[in-house]
């Protein structure tokens, strides 16, 4: 059995690791890892597992979106190449100069 000094150091630990991973954006209940008895060392695991798999899914989320974007302006840019008023418009600028 732990003495209560011991169990009071876990338990600070445990409420600074939870703080941090507060500040990264992650939310971990400090009273229930007290409660479940966790070391601190299992709730840095969960914590960094979490930003792991958080940063997972925002490459794939970043990548999705710049494929997304550009299929959509591809059509667009052709679209305005053969325009009649952006060739006025780069003719009128041509002669200006």
Known sequence: MLDADTIRAEAAELAQVCAQA???GVDIDAADAVARRLKPEALRARAQADLASRG?????????????TATATA??????KGSPI???????ATASR
């Open 75 to 80: 059509p667009a840019a052709a679209a305005a």
């Open 86 to 92: 952006i060739a006025a418009a780069k003719k009128a």
């Open 56 to 68: 997972d899914a925002a490459g794939i989320i970043a990548t999705a979106t710049a494929t997304a």
């Open 22 to 24: 507060a500040q990264l």
